[in-house]
């Protein structure tokens, strides 16, 4: 008998999973018992099938980037809208020294790089087109935009959600995917660790007189933090972490403005800078879920783990959940079997906590003014020019995250 998966979130992780479970289930692997998916959103269709530019860009391991290919998804993806980071370069303070993180020294991404970066909206639209719910066929997946969940019941039976509309879906097990504010989540009961970091992240694409390289920028100046990640030459995106105040401040300034802000804030270091996007503000808050899997339910993207972008794992642990989610539903043949939902949640818990751990303490060491600290994180980071911490960095951002 077909079983029934209802997703809520159409977000990245929600429509990987779909999309993972659609290509297995197109080679075989979930047999007689393939499951129907159904993905709940509260956003249109339209904005899922064609999202628009939000600011953020995500910096694709190769196993991501592997990933997306065995989807079919990374061939929708234009040559001009993807971008090779070649390395990455750490800075602390007014100090002259700099980590250097090279694709070379550590076991790289395909190609020879650190991994790709990728507009977040292009990716979104890539995953919807992927799966190819336009062109009226039944591909196992429906989407249902323009609804809330208001509710959620579980039983040895099955599960039931209700909308708010006043509709109810029943189904065989349930995937929370909507955000790391996750009201699914709750609905479970699933308690999350949740730190705010009283700052938000303001996102802008700036163009600048210097050239980029290919090298990706990690800058924890006093009072601030910015990355500047390569995109086109002499392209980036400019992100910069301050108080909420602050970002919301400089958001609100024109184009013109901005840019001699985003020149002043960085120093001069790529030269003048104009903005070409408006900037988008986001608030900074780190959650990891206590358990990542329940009675017929369970937790991807940033529902499980939303982690601070210093670390740039966040998508990149979001897409490998949803991929192995869905892969080790159709070994089992039943979606909802608590033995194989528990080792899948095991699996992933020790893939991602390790690195959540070492984000926290990383973020609390570079955003803590005091002198000691100071003085404690400019050894820290000459510690990680060594040749063998220096290679084990690279070896993380650059490899498979577990």
Known sequence: MSQHIIVIGAGPAGLAFA??????AGRGGAGRNA???????????????????DGREIALTGQSVRMLGDLGVWPMILAEEAWPLQGARVLDGGSSFVMAIDAHRGRAADGGTLGMMVSNHII?????????????????IDLVCDATVTGIERNDSGVTVRLDGGETLSGDMVIAADSRFSTARAMLGI????????????????????????????WFDYGQTIAMLPLAPKMSSFVLTVPHAAAQHIASLGSEALGAIITERTHGRWGQCQARTPAHVYPLTMTYSHHFSGQRAALIGDAAVGMHPVT??????????????????????????????????????AATLPLYIATRSLVGLYTDEHVAARLTRRAVLRLGGTAPVRGALSRLLSANAG
């Open 19 to 24: 999309r993972a479970y659609q290509c297995g």
């Open 35 to 53: 499951a129907r998916i159904t993905i709940v959103e509260r956003q249109s269709r339209d904005a899922i099938a064609a999202p628009a530019p």
């Open 124 to 140: 979104r639209r890539a995953l919807h087109d992927a799966l190819g719910l336009e062109n009226g066929q039944d591909k196992g």
């Open 191 to 218: 308690g999350v660790d949740m730190l705010p970091t009283g700052k938000s992240m303001l996102l802008a694409r700036v163009e600048h007189e210097a050239d980029h390289g290919g090298l990706a920028s990690e």
């Open 312 to 349: 740039a794992h966040g998508f990149n642990f979001g897409l490998m959940g949803a991929v192995r989610l869905a892969r080790a539903m159709q070994r089992s043949g039943d979606v909802a079997r608590g033995a194989m939902l528990r080792s899948w949640a095991i699996r992933h818990r």
